[in-house]
């Protein structure tokens, strides 16, 4: 069946393609932009899309882009790609190190970004060849890291109309050849919540007759996460760890306001979802215990990635499809955070991590200065990218989502 021929087809658009996408890879390396400044690698992108015959769309803040390949009735794949570079500096001694200093691809998105443009490349010589059974959305998205830049691909209309979302990020841990894949969460959320209490205030030797704010916060400081681990699934892990407290300036006086900052990270995307309601109510309880107002200010981080069961199938078998029978590895839910989730909050889809390490070779981090990959990874991931959105053209219908509000109706 089709599955066979793409393996050869792929072989040969790389023989043709993999050192002039490792020369590409390399010039996004020398110029890393960081969030929301991807001027040059926007364009560097949109320019071979156009050689291609392709109609990128630049999102309006001239960072990023989106571009279809292919149309007709068929289901509509996307594949995502971030583009941005991190404020690191790049520590390594290579000819394609960054020249901008205190800016450094240190995550690997210059290599995810090169690997979307040759599963374009690929796809648009399908859709040409007429074997193209649907549409291939391409998302070269800005601002991973901030992060902000999946809601701004989204606000403008990045996934609409789309049935399956596909995306891939590196994975130094994994050899190259190898792609890790897991059903359900994959990533983590992290928010970042701060604390304030205030209160009459007054003289250390009279505390009943004003609020004890300093024993008060403390007692926020403590109760807050011990009644959070009874009050939320202990499978979820939804940690509040502070790391700032302050308040009070003399020994014998009770100040009238005081602050402590800290995180709560969580594997479980229901768990995120409950967590600002319900260290609301916590937070008040106590307060309201002790005769303290307290304010609370949640600021959203992302929530974890959660891949959907079905696509992570249609990832292993185009995976091995197009790099072998034992090219899949499982692979672990990490702590760490990662925006591809806004779109999994609508769409269904999966997230893969890529190994990026030479077979034998080191391991170097992402988010280190020495950060780098093994160049034959780009191949891999084109070949993967390619064979999922065809796998999942082929195999999926336009999956039906109902709108829960008119279903009432
Ligand atoms: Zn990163
Ligand atoms: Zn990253």
Known sequence: MRGRELRGELD??????????????RDLHRHPELAFAEYRTTQRIADRLSAAGLVPSVLPRGTGLICDVGSGDGPTVALRADIDALGLQDEKDVSYRSTVP??????????????LLGTSLF???????????????????????LPGGALEVMAHGGITGVDRIFGLHCDPRLDVGQVGLKPGPITSACDRLVVRV???????????????LVFALAKVLTELPAALSRRVDPRSSLSLVWGRVEAGSAANAIPDDGVAEGTVRCLDENAWHAAPDLIKSLLDSVAGAYGIEAQM?????????????????ML??????????????????????EDFAWYLESVPGAFARLGTRSVGGETYDIHQGTFDVDESAIGMGVRVMAATALTALWESGPVTVTDPITSLA
Request: aromatic share 4%; with cysteine; net charge negative.
């Open 297 to 313: 200010e949640y600021v959203r981080g992302v929530p974890p990635v959660v891949n959907d069961e079905m696509s992570v199938e």
């Open 12 to 25: 040969a658009f790389l023989a043709e393609h993999e050192q002039d996408l490792v020369g590409f890879r």
């Open 102 to 115: 205190g800016a450094c691809h240190a995550c690997g998105h210059d290599v995810h970004t090169t690997i």
């Open 198 to 212: 205030s209160g009459p205030g007054g003289h250390t030797a009279r505390p009943h007759l004003t609020a004890d």
């Open 123 to 145: 796809l648009a010589q399908q859709a040409a060849a007429g074997l193209l059974p649907g549409r291939v959305r391409l998302i070269f998205q800005p601002a991973e890291e």
């Open 316 to 337: 292993a078998e185009a995976t091995q499809r197009a790099l072998g029978p034992h090219s899949v590895a499982p692979t672990q839910q990490s702590l760490g955070g």
